[in-house]
Every structure is written in structure tokens, then in C-alpha cells.
């Protein structure tokens, strides 16, 4: 815990301390919640979370203290997560059962663990789901967690994606995270600025915009500090000089107040550092260089490399006690060592400010010699620092190096490509700078370009990959073997034409015999690429040769993205699909892939469910989220989807019972949409508060783009803006969830078919599943299912993912872990009016019109049994795959001649036009 002034005790600041023990006393009744602690530097923010935490801990709660440190613009991954869970490791049998149950924690907490290849975002997300998973189970009613993490404007990149990761998952968890961060650091371009924008939003999340004294509590503090009340103008002179800072006030009545006062904070902490031994002063000015703390063997290393030989060798002690005692340095200890830390940051900083060019070099240097003597003083991205402020550019190279691979290690990839591109970037200036490495420099741009993909950003992959494969134009062979580096992440940016172009030209140079995992990769990423251009035989032709290839090699990876894109090209055998995707999901778990075997459990669910084979898709559904759950990622993407297929398959079986309880935390991103799911069977049911569930999930109805509440919502949902928002969308269930609540709010349970005054109306928009038929078996391009209900409508999630959206015999579009679409179009799933299961055949709406393709969708066949219409924007897919919506039709036996003339489907009224010109009549024109 940090240890503010002894000589200035607490004053002022109640509304600050009500508000933190609130926070507390929420978290011990098990409301989750944030804190951010905003201020100036000095004003007080250690002080006041000093004395929260103090009476927090009177209370019984549990309080850890960690803190982010200022390692300019690479820090160290994870530091302050690390820092706590290391001190609850210590006190809670919780963080080594969480290690138990999910190794990536791991990763973090045992440095001796050996370095991992290449990481995937599903470790990442498990690192992540372990780190949340500590935290939670480290708290109780009892004694409830208080995190205290200091500086959070020095956090990161890595830790500010766990602090937005907690705040997502916060729900029952007897935990509060209070973070302190300064004010007067936030630059325009500060990368904490959008994180704090973010979490300010959050219902769960508050602010303590701590402001300087008033004149009244700096009266209170100033005569705390000096033991008496000072003189009127002695205080005035430090009112005006401080402007109500704390620890600028305490340092100018420490200088003296019967004197002349020093004007500026630095004259005080000058003045405060000339009165220390000259031993002291070096000592001081040693420590600066760390920043505000800097563990004590790495301290008493760097200062031993310039003692004499027979130097006192308690000279050090001394000196540190002695700094201590004149409150200029304190001493933390750790679980793992003493640090040593300055009073205040402010005073850290002062003090290596008024260090010389020359001197400060000369202090870094001694820090990287005492950090190569003794690897175990630091890590590899802190004798990176060190080496670049002492101008040592090939120990900067090697450093930056080893700092990638360790950030590599514990899932850092943001951390990871700065120290990659550090490196690239000291290259030209370091000649044998490949000699020192053991690695080229396009190893180094390869590692960098992976490490950006896995950070989300794309096109800096692209990039990377690019001048990678513009440098080896000298090495035709090797150009051509990279080839399909750089085109994996152009698929991940869309662009197919470049793929198929780069992948062609590589495919001219490999050599076919031998086999090589190149030429694999090659194949089977041009086949991914053909089948995302609408080019289906030469995707065809390609997988099969993709396959063999993978099989000669023994590449399972490779063969689980082919053996994908596969199952996506198989049109008419349902069964054949799902063969497809099994054999890819073992090959995925060969690969140790996780997110691509969730993503084939998912697939394969949504095949059954949508080939109407309601009892595998249950069971196959169940069988994955098992999965998901036991490999610490079931509330990623895919584990929510499947846990949607759970409540959609049970209800369309029939089980219309409430979904059991469960003892795991939902996050509140995905509250809404399982909310909605459960209001299928709990409308069928005639819940008599499902229109109450229904109407308390309206703030979420905009996630498909549409609302029945009023026209003027209505029209909203066709503005640019809207049509933006659903372009934005990253989950089927943002795009279909929220039917059900509008259809609880607008339905009266599942006797009858009572319908509101809009769906009273005989359009073709309104249905009824009394009058509903027999499912007919589905052509390529359509299907069909017993007429829906209006009460409720069930629309089960797409069956697959951006790149993968498509009907039943359309299941996936290519191997990377992406979100499910939101504008795949979803099933219909209803049951009839009254009581009984629902029909046991579902089917997906979706029609996939080919550039080459002929006809429109598919138009109603009947106004009376006709789905409820609902216009829906056209859209392309990502994977340039236009996905267009039809309606249910039920055939009319009249010849087409009698059809012309009078329709008995139609009761002999030929409906007018729609708004698009064409009639809606069952003699619309159908595509064969």
C-alpha cells in the first residue's frame, strides 16, 4: 500500500469517501462496480484512496493495491493485474483453483512457464476470462474485493483491454476496481482518453473528479501540517502559491513559512534534495532515473557498479535510511521483492528533471550493465528502456527482440508489435544486426505483421506483409512461399481480387512435388478466396487439391480451413455438410485452434437445427458448450451463440420449461439477447410478466435496425445513421433477439391468436400458425416451413459467421474466428396457436443470389398465410455474398392460366402492388 505523508494527517474530502464506501457496501451486497479517481497531480488522489481503502479494510474487506509505471511507450504487459493477483494468490486459495481450471492464467503468474508459439485471440480471450474469473472468486459478502490500481495513465495497452474486459463481465461479483488516474497528463492523443469515454458510459462505472481545496479545507490541512495555525499571510502566500494543491501546500509550509517561500513546486523540491548527504543525493537521483519506484537489489546493483573496490559496503543502507527519514524515499514490500518509491511522483520526477544529458546517460548505462549481469533484476522490455536512453543500440535491438517474445508469451500482442517494430526500426542502424538476432529481417516484419492481426489492426498487417513481399522480389521461390502470408490478411480486409492475383503468381513458382506447408497454405487460401468471388468450381477444384496437400504435409490446420470451405460449398447433401465439419473440427482440435473447433461446434449446430434435426442439434449444441466452458471461453462469441441454439432448440421441441439457473456470471453485453430467447417459451407459456420482460429490453430493440413502437422510430431505422448501426453489429443476436420482446409486448400468451390492431389487418403481413401446413422439402435456393405465428416469432441465429452467412446447406465461408452476421437471414421456428410443440422442421430464409444468378427472391404465395413482412435492406455479406430475403409460400394447384385470372390462394382478390412494382400473389414469379 502506498504511504502518503505521516506528517499530514486526512482532512476534508467526505463526499469522496461516502462515495467509495458506497461503492463498497454495493460490492459486498454483490453489485459490481468501477470507480475512476480523476485529479491533478498532487491534489490528492493517493491520499484519499489510502485513507477509502483504511476504512474499507475496518469493514472487512479485502483491499489490494497495484500500480501501472511510466516505461514510456511500450510498458510492461499486464503489470498491474499481475501485481494483485500475485497478492491474492497469496491470501486466496481461489487464484490457484482458477490456475487449476484454466492454464492460460497461468501465463502470467508463473514465470517459469516456457514459451508458447504462435497465439491465437482464443487464448487471449481465455487469458482475459482467467484474470475475471480470479478476480470474482477472490471476493465474498463476507469480504468483499477492493482493486486499487495507481496511474492509470501509465497503463498498458494490454492492461487497459483487461480493465474494459472486467468492466464488461461485472453482474453479481462482490468486487470493486477503483483506479486513480491524472488529469493533467491526458493529452488529446492520450490512449486513455477513448477507454475512460467508454467506461464512463457504462451503468456500473462512476467518477470522482477530485478538485483542489477550498480555502476552508486548505485552512484544516495547512494547520494539520505545521501543528498550529499559521498567519494570515503566511496561509495567503500559500493559498496563491499552491492553488488549493496538497502536496504543493505541504511542501511550501515544510520549506517554511516564517520565511520566504520558494514560488515554484521544483524551487521546494530542490531545495528539499540539497539538504540530503551527497551520498544521498546520488542514491536519489539513481532512483529518479526508474521513475517513481524501482526494486531495491536492482537499485544497490546500479549504484555498486560505480563504488570503489573497498568501498563501505553499508554505504548503501545508510543512505537509504537516511532518505527515508527526510521523506523523500519509503520502501513497499512485495511477494516477490522490496521496492523502493518516491513520496510522491511529482517529486520523482523533479529530481531526474534536473539531471544533466550526460549524467542521465551514464545512470541508464549503469542499469543496463547491472540488468545483463543479472537477468533476474528485470525484464527484457526494461533493459530495453534502459538501452535506448543510454544510446546502446545493439543491446536496444536484442532487448526489444527478447521483450516481444515475452509479450508473446503472456498474450500482449499490442505490447508485442511495438517491440517488433522498435526493433525494425533500429535495424538499418545496428550492421550486423541479423548476426545478433539469429533471424533476417523479414522474420522480424513476419513476427510484426502476425502480432498486428492478432491486435485487431489489420491493415498494419497488410502493410507489414506487403514491403515483406516487396523485399524478397530478389528471391523469386521465397516471395512466392509468402505469398499466402500476405493474402491470409488481405482476406481479413476483404480484398479477393488481390488474393486470388497474389496466390496465382505463387502457385506459378512452388514446385507441386515435393509437397510443403507453403504450398498448402497457398491452395488453400485461394480456394477460400474463389469461394468468397462467387467462383464455386474453381474454389471446388482447389480445396480437393488443398486437402491432399495438407494430408501429404500433416498440416491439421490447413486441413481444418479447407475441409471448412468445403462444407461451405456443399449445396445439396445437408448430411455431407456436417461430415465436412466434423472432420474439420478434429483437425482443429488437432491444431490446438479453439476458436476455429467452437466455431465448427457452432456450424454444425446450426446445420442440424436447420435441416430440422432438432434432437442432434440439442445435443450437439449442449456438447459444445461444454466445450467452450471447459476451455474458459463460454461467453465468447460462439459460446453465447450456442447457448442461444439451447433455448431455440428446446423451445422448438417443445420443452417450453424456464431455462435452469446457473451459477455463472452473464455478461451484460448478452443479458439482452438471452433474455429474448427465454421470452419464446415464456410468451408460449403465457407468463403473465413476459410483456413486462418484453418492454424492460426496449432500450436493446435498435440492435436489428427496426422498431414497432412508433412511426417515428420507424422511419429512424431507414437513416444513414441506423443503417451504420447495423453494419456495426457483430452477433446474429443483435440482429434477430429482440423480435421476441417486441413479440411479448405485442401478444397476450400463446392461447389464441390474438393479435394487436397493426397485425388485425388482412394484409399479406399478417399470419397465423392455425392454418399452419406441412414443411415441403427445400430446393437449392428456397425453403419453406408451417406458417409462422405472429405470436411469438422465433428467429434463430444465422448458421454462420461474417464470411459464412448462408442458408441450411451454407454453413461457413472461411476459416478465421469471426463473429456470427447479423443480416444472415434467420429461420422461422413456430409453433401453432393453442398448445403442442411447434413444427419439429426448421428451416433458414435465406436465398443466395449469384452474380450469374437468375430471378428475385422468392415472393408470398397466399396474403392469409404469408410471414409477417418486414422490409430489410439489402446487404453484402464479407464475404461479397449478397444474402437476400424471401417469404414462405405455399403452392397454389391452379393451372397458370386460371392463376392469371382469379386466385383461390388469394379469395379471388389480386393484392396491389408492393411498394417495390411487383404483386405479392402466389403467380409470382418463383426461381427455379
Known sequence: MPRPSV??????????????????????????GVVLVGADAGVGKTRLLTRAAELAADGGAAVVWSHCVDLGEVGLPYLPFTEALTTLRAAHEAVDATVAARPALARLLDATLPAAGEQSQGERLQLFESIAAALAASGSAQAPLVLVVEDLHWADPSSRDVLRFVVARLRTEHVVVVASYRTDDLHRRHPLRPVLAELRRHPRVEHVDLRPFTAAELRDFTTAVAGGRLGDAAFESVRTRSEGNAYFAEELVEAGPDGELPWSLADVLRARLEMLDPPVQHLVRA??????????????????????PDADPGAFDRALREAIAHHVLAIESGERRDVVVFRHALLAEAVASDLLPGERVTVHRAYLTALDQDRTLGSPALRAHHALAAHDLPAALVASRAAARKAARVLAPAEELRHLEQALSLWQAVPDAADLLGEDRVAVSLAAAGAASRAGDPDRAVALARKVVEATADDPLRQAS??????????????????????????????????????????????????NADQDELATQVAAEALDEAHRVDAPDVEADVLTTMAVLEVEDDDRAAELLAQARERAVDAGDILTELRCWYNIAANRYYAGRLDDALRITRDGLDRARATGIGWSVYGVELRLFVDLARYALGDLTPTPASDETVPESSVPTLSCVQLYAAVARGDADAVDRGAALRRDWFRDGRSRSSPAAARSTRSPGRAATRRRSTSPSSSWSTWGARGATTSSGASGCRRSRSQRSPTPRTACA??????????RTSSSVGTPCSTPRARPPSAAAPGEAGSARRVSRGSSARPPSTRASPARTTPRCGSGPPARS?????????????????????????????SRPRRRSTTRTTWVPHRSRRPCARSPAARASTCPACAGRRPPSSPSGRRRCCSSSRRG
Do not use: K, M, N
Open 7 to 32: 506528517r499530514a494527517p486526512f482532512v476534508a474530502r467526505g463526499p469522496e469517501l461516502d462515495q467509495l464506501a458506497a461503492a463498497v457496501e454495493r460490492a459486498r451486497r454483490g453489485e459490481p
Open 287 to 308: 532512483a529518479s532515473v526508474s521513475g517513481r519506484q524501482v526494486s531495491e537489489p536492482l537499485l544497490r546493483a546500479v549504484l555498486a557498479q560505480d563504488a570503489s
Open 482 to 531: 509468402l505469398r499466402h502470408v500476405l493474402s491470409r490478411y488481405l482476406l481479413g480486409t476483404e480484398r479477393v481480387e488481390e488474393v486470388l492475383a497474389h496466390t496465382e503468381a505463387a502457385l506459378a513458382i512452388l514446385p507441386a512435388d515435393p509437397p510443403s506447408l507453403d504450398r498448402a497454405w497457398t491452395l488453400a487460401t485461394r480456394a477460400r478466396a474463389a469461394l
Open 770 to 779: 392455425c392454418r399452419a401446413r406441412a414443411p415441403r422439402r427445400r430446393s
Open 842 to 870: 426448421t428451416t433458414a430464409t435465406g436465398t443466395r443470389r449469384r452474380a450469374r444468378g437468375s430471378g428475385g427472391p422468392r415472393r408470398c404465395a397466399r396474403p392469409a398465410t404469408a410471414a409477417p413482412r418486414r
